[in-house]
């Protein structure tokens, strides 16, 4: 059973940074695929960004592409999102996901999940 903990959300001003932390526990995190979702006010849960078990491998959605990296550590157990130049429609609840079979843009593939931190960007 993994275990996600995400940190790194805050309030933040249109043109701004965040860096988001997903911490895993309870399992080898080498072993998983990692990503990160948000969900807006209103809206349905949505990609983001993911890796694959040794960070060679790296998917975007279109919305945050070259302004969003995700990056990963296997020896902290940890993955990362840096989010430059933030956008008010970056405001979200970010969900930290894992998955042994690999990463996906679908939701309903990724097994395990974090409870989510909050990025408010100001305009």
């Known amino acids: 059973q993994v275990q996600l903990v995400e940190s790194g959300g805050g309030l933040v001003q249109a043109g701004g940074s965040l860096r988001l932390s997903c911490a895993a526990s309870?399992?080898?995190?080498?072993?998983?695929?990692m990503g990160w979702f948000r969900q807006a006010p209103g809206k349905e849960r949505e990609f983001v960004a993911a890796v694959n078990w040794n960070g060679d491998s790296t998917d975007y959605a279109d919305s945050v592409k070259a302004r969003f990296t995700i990056s990963r550590d296997n020896a902290k157990d940890t993955v990362w999102l840096q989010m430059n130049s933030l956008k008010p429609d970056d405001t979200a609840i970010y969900y930290c996901a894992a998955d042994s079979r690999g990463y996906s843009e679908y939701e309903a593939l990724w097994h395990y999940w974090g409870q989510g931190t909050q990025v408010t960007v100001a305009s």
């Open positions: 309870g399992g080898t995190a080498s072993n998983y695929a």
